[in-house]
């Protein structure tokens, strides 16, 4: 981004500079490099950072206003650090002396930039790409792991706080477990109603147990956040999962509203197992095929709950519920124990 950055600083002076002498093409590449570090790292870093959370909530009008800001604050801070570098002592920029061009110019490849990342977070950046290269056009088969993600007590929080109430807390929860699911290098997949789907390429998935780090990484913002969500809803929701990962079809679909839909048995089992999960009363449950897949953080316990036929399988599914060492209640069970509530 900073290479792009020092390119369009020669490309604005040969469109908008009628004499170069004083603004030679390197010295609009230094300009547009360090303009570039400003704007692409606050918007890279910065604005994705829990600081900016606040921020972020907000609505987008607001998000446009932050990158005008930004925009406003780099153009001359821009230009005061490459006059720096080039005098070889301290040189201050104020004010709109760099043009009004300048501004039009930045702000015209800032709400590019802006609308790319909005249509990346709606899609998904890999898929993005993705879809931008065709590979979807045709349908894909790929090893992917999957959580599936469920609010705790929904129907009886429905009644509670109204349609409306518990809209608004699940916009806060979808919201607060983007960090986790982003440090944990996962894709929210889809949100379905009160559930959230997350998804990772097989081995990015199960390399350092990313997929389990994920569910407690989340548990943990909503436990730390404990407080604001009773403030404001009056409640502390919990959350419950269930992991599972396999071959799926990915595929391209739709006209007038296109998508990525993942198609196959595995997605019907982890569904399958958030049902169990909910029915045996447990956080977190993983099929046993994947548990043979995934690296377990040390913390991890990994308890035998039971052997279950899942809707539409012939044969047993082997399931374990997964806890942390500080929070584990009970006895753990031996593989092949039987488990009852």
């Given at each position: ?30 300009d547009g490099a360090i303009g570039g570090v400003l704007l692409w790292g606050s ?53 709109f002396g760099t043009g009004w061009s300048l501004y039009l110019y930045i702000l ?234």
């Open positions: 981004m900073v290479g792009l950055s020092a390119l369009l600083g020669p490309i604005y002076g040969l469109i908008f500079v009628p004499d170069l002498s004083d603004r030679p093409l390197e010295v609009l590449a230094l918007l890279l870093f910065l604005w994705p950072s829990k600081i900016c959370a606040p921020l972020r909530r907000l609505a987008f009008p607001w998000h446009v206003l932050f990158l005008l800001t930004l925009t406003a604050i780099s153009i001359p801070l821009s230009a005061s650090i490459s006059g720096s570098i080039q005098s070889g002592k301290l040189f201050l920029i104020f004010g015209v490849i800032v709400a590019l930039a802006l609308l790319f990342i909005q249509i990346a977070k709606m899609i998904g950046p890999r898929i993005l790409g993705n879809m931008l290269l065709g590979r979807y056009n045709n349908p894909v088969e790929e090893l992917r792991i999957f959580l599936f993600i469920d609010l705790i007590g929904s129907t009886a929080l429905t009644r509670q706080l109204g349609d409306l109430g518990v809209q608004r807390l699940l916009t806060r929860f979808f919201f607060d477990m983007g960090q986790p699911v982003a440090e944990n290098e996962g894709e929210i997949h889809a949100y379905v109603g009160d559930e959230a789907i997350i998804t990772w390429p097989f081995e990015a998935g199960a390399k350092k147990g990313r997929c389990v780090r994920c569910f407690f990484a989340i548990q943990d913002v909503l436990n730390a956040n404990a407080g604001t969500y009773e403030n404001l809803f009056g409640v502390r929701p919990q959350i419950r999962a269930s992991l599972h990962g396999g071959p799926v079809i990915v595929s391209e679909c739709g006209d007038t509203k296109r998508s990525i839909v993942y198609f196959g048995d595995t997605m019907n089992t982890c569904a399958r197992l958030e049902g169990e999960a909910k029915r045996l009363k447990k956080d977190l449950v993983i099929s046993a095929e994947l548990l043979q897949a995934v690296n377990l953080p040390p913390e991890i316990v990994v308890g035998n709950l039971c052997e279950v036929t899942l809707r539409g399988h012939d044969s047993p599914t082997a399931l374990f519920a997964l806890s942390r060492t500080d929070s584990m209640q009970g006895t753990n069970l031996r593989v092949g124990e039987e488990y009852s509530e």
